[in-house]
Nanobody
Framework: HVQLVESGGGSVQAGGSLTVSCSLS?????????MGWLRQAPGKEPEVIAA???????AYADSVKGRFTFYQDNAGNTLYLQMNDLKPEDTAMYYC????????????????????WGQGTQVTVS
């Protein structure tokens, strides 16, 4: 059973930093699955902002490249998204998600294959 639980959201001033984390169930961490961080602002479509592909390469959306870092612990059970230089336009609900298939490169930035999502954690930048 795939389960994902996010934590670590909150409110921060522009220019600040925040790290959100995601605990994965064992079923969510199969080696060829793609895992990613998505966000959704009110009235907008979900956006994949960072994802790791089936070869372990990480892709970032242009909107966060150079500011956000996606990493995971050695056991692969926890995902992290470190967010620096936050901007008001980063305000959104942040989700970790799993796509249960092989994907490579920039294909991981398509939100449609991400079938399993956590409950989300709110990030507000003022």
């Amino acid at each position: 059973h795939v389960q994902l639980v996010e934590s670590g959201g909150g409110s921060v001033q522009a220019g600040g930093s925040l790290t959100v984390s995601c605990s994965l169930s064992e079923a969510a961490s199969y080696s060829h699955y793609c895992m990613g961080w998505l966000r959704q602002a009110p009235g907008k479509e979900p956006e994949v902002i960072a994802a790791v592909d089936s070869d372990g390469r990480i892709a970032y959306a242009d909107s966060v490249k150079g500011r956000f870092t996606f990493y995971q612990d050695n056991a692969g059970n926890t995902l992290y998204l470190q967010m620096n230089d936050l901007k008001p336009e980063d305000t959104a609900m942040y989700y970790c998600a799993v796509a249960p298939l092989r994907m490579y490169g920039l294909h991981t930035l398509n939100p449609r294959p991400f079938d399993y999502w956590g409950q989300g954690t709110q990030v507000t930048v003022s």
